[in-house]
């Protein structure tokens, strides 16, 4: 059985005060609710980008830290991803800073010309150009090689994409976080087990000691909300 919570599309309505709300040094409530919905997603494209995760905790870190100095210097242009583009940028500059601090280490420590080390994998220099190439290797290949120069690089379409499909994820961990809250916790084991883990309906029925139909039942009406709630958050996107 769902246990209705007490959000509402109104209370969803509100996250573009958050932008507000961030302009108020002393709202800090509204600090904490910004990095918990947004650190992730900053850690989760710099690491795709090609960092490490201490690079990647920095790149988050030192994004937030720019936010909280440029949010007074925002103006939203009223179009919906008004926010999303523009923190794109900051996260796109504080990434091009770890790898020119990279860049930086490896000139100290090699005392000549950079090396393949900026690849991820660091130790891939024999490959055969092009040979098992991704769009992350080509990410942070257009980051490596632009570690010496004063910007990132101003257009480039592996990044976008990866920014993009990180946002996706972002919205789709947003709304089943609220769903979470939204439903019984057994609704909200079962589809876990089937559409989250991947798990058979009879495979997942027998670990949660149910029967197919409830699996069923979950998959449908949990799936429901979250593409609702999906839908919700790009209306009322930044």
Same mark, same amino acid.
């Given at each position: 059985?769902?246990?209705?919570?007490?959000?509402? +599309?109104?209370?969803?309505?509100?996250?573009?005060?958050?932008?507000?709300?961030?302009?108020?040094?002393?709202?800090?409530?509204?600090?904490? +609710?910004?990095?918990?919905?947004?650190?992730?997603?900053?850690?989760?494209?710099?690491?795709?980008?090609?960092?490490?995760?201490?690079?990647?905790?920095?790149?988050?870190?030192?994004?937030?830290?720019?936010?909280?100095?440029?949010?007074?210097?925002?103006?939203?242009?009223?179009?919906?991803?008004?926010?999303?583009?523009?923190?794109?940028?900051?996260?796109?500059?504080?990434?091009?800073?770890?790898?020119?601090?990279?860049?930086?280490?490896?000139?100290?420590?090699?005392?000549?010309?950079?090396?393949?080390?900026?690849?991820?994998?660091?130790? +891939?220099?024999?490959?055969?150009?092009?040979?098992?190439?991704?769009?992350?290797?080509?990410?942070?290949?257009?980051?490596?090689?632009?570690?010496?120069?004063?910007?990132?690089?101003?257009?480039?379409?592996?990044?976008?994409?990866?920014?993009?499909?990180?946002?996706? +994820?972002?919205?789709?961990?947003?709304?089943?976080?609220?769903?979470?809250?939204?439903?019984?916790?057994?609704?909200?084991?079962?589809?876990?087990?089937?559409?989250?883990?991947?798990?058979?309906?009879?495979?997942?029925?027998?670990?949660?000691?149910?029967?197919?139909?409830?699996?069923?039942?979950?998959?449908?009406?949990?799936?429901?909300?979250?593409?609702?709630?999906?839908?919700?958050?790009?209306?009322?996107?930044?």
């Amino acid at each position: 059985m769902f246990c209705m919570s007490t959000e509402t +599309e109104s209370s969803m309505a509100t996250r573009p005060s958050l932008l507000a709300r961030l302009k108020d040094w002393s709202q800090q409530t509204a600090w904490r +609710e910004f990095d918990h919905d947004y650190a992730p997603l900053l850690r989760n494209v710099a690491r795709k980008a090609g960092l490490t995760d201490a690079e990647a905790d920095e790149v988050a870190q030192e994004s937030l830290i720019a936010v909280a100095k440029k949010i007074g210097e925002f103006k939203h242009a009223g179009n919906r991803g008004s926010f999303r583009a523009w923190l794109y940028q900051q996260a796109r500059w504080r990434i091009a800073d770890q790898f020119r601090e990279r860049a930086k280490a490896n000139r100290r420590l090699e005392a000549g010309p950079l090396t393949p080390s900026l690849s991820p994998g660091g130790g +891939e220099g024999d490959r055969r150009p092009g040979e098992g190439e991704s769009d992350d290797t080509n990410i942070a290949d257009s980051f490596a090689h632009g570690a010496s120069d004063a910007v990132a690089p101003e257009v480039d379409p592996a990044f976008e994409r990866l920014w993009a499909a990180e946002w996706e +994820e972002h919205l789709r961990q947003s709304a089943l976080a609220r769903v979470k809250r939204q439903v019984s916790a057994r609704q909200f084991q079962l589809f876990d087990l089937h559409v989250l883990q991947g798990l058979t309906v009879r495979v997942a029925a027998k670990a949660a000691g149910t029967t197919m139909a409830a699996v069923y039942m979950a998959k449908s009406r949990v799936g429901r909300l979250v593409r609702r709630k999906i839908g919700r958050l790009r209306y009322f996107e930044l």
